[in-house]
């Protein structure tokens, strides 16, 4: 399976002056943790990192300082996510057929969810983790704050990473996007634009998008608590 890391943002609600995956997280960069699950993943066979060419250097240390089994091939990230997927798209080999997304930025997925992603992609051309919505959600007016609407949270859910999709259609859909000036925070969005169904594999409460620095504290408890339970 091919998997793309896409890690070109800039981490403007982490509030620092950096992309938020080279942050320091248990003695390791952030992004280190997102590579060491990828590379613990016994379905990953090719990795590319989506990442700002000014940062390179610096990824490409990183990589190196962590003795991967595999090779990590680099693309140029793009001024916005998608953009940086459609460019990791353009970058991957000629016979990728399916392809996993996996934001870097969630760095504390486990190996055995990745895998659970990429043996249902043969199944679904089109699959996103996520969890069960625990909050109750309210439909506000933008500028008022007034409530329209609380949906039935029993169809709600919320949206991870690993996405996994049928490389030739994902292809597709963003060519389209791109034609129609779509603009959405995620693939699953452009296959549910295009028609298309989108299949959700249960991920994990722990697969959490480290954004703001209260995520980056929660991520370095989980850590910590699982490398206690692992001596
Ligand atoms: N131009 C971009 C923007 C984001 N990403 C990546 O997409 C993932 C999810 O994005 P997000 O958490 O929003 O990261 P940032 O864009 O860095 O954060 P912010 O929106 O707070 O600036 C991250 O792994 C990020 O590096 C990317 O590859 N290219
Ligand atoms: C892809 C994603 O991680 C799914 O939760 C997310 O949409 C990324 O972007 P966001 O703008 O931080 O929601």
């Not at 390179?56 to 693309?75: C, P």
């Not at 997925?109 to 043996?119: E, W, Y």
């Not at 991920?203 to 850590?223: C, Y």
Request: with cysteine; charged share 20%; proline share 6%.
């Amino acid at each position: 399976m091919h998997l793309l890391i896409p890690a070109a943002g800039s981490g403007k609600r982490m509030g620092g002056d950096r992309n938020k995956l080279l942050l320091s997280l248990r003695e390791k960069p952030l992004l280190a943790w997102t590579l060491l699950a990828a590379n613990a993943a016994q379905s990953i066979q090719w990795v590319g990192v989506i990442a700002q060419p000014d940062e390179w250097e610096e990824l490409k240390a990183i990589v190196s300082d962590l003795g991967l089994n595999r090779a990590v091939h680099f693309i140029p990230g793009g001024k916005t996510r998608q953009e940086s997927v459609h460019n990791g798209l353009n970058g991957l080999p000629d016979t990728a057929e399916q392809v996993l997304i996996h934001d870097g930025a969630r760095c504390l997925v486990s190996p055995a969810l990745i895998d659970r992603c990429a043996s249902a992609v043969h199944q679904y051309p089109g699959l996103i983790a996520a969890i069960p919505v625990k909050d109750t959600i309210k439909q506000v007016l933008p500028n008022t704050r007034q409530i329209q609407h609380t949906p039935d949270r029993q169809f709600l859910w919320a949206a991870q990473t690993p996405q996994g999709f049928d490389v030739t259609t994902l292809r597709k859909c963003h060519e389209e996007a791109r034609r129609q000036r779509w603009a959405v925070t995620d693939d699953a969005a452009l296959f549910e634009k295009c028609g298309l169904p989108v299949q959700i594999v249960e991920g994990e409460e722990t697969n959490l998008k480290v954004t703001t620095p209260v995520d980056l504290a929660i991520a370095d408890f989980i850590l910590q608590q699982r490398h206690a339970s692992n001596v």
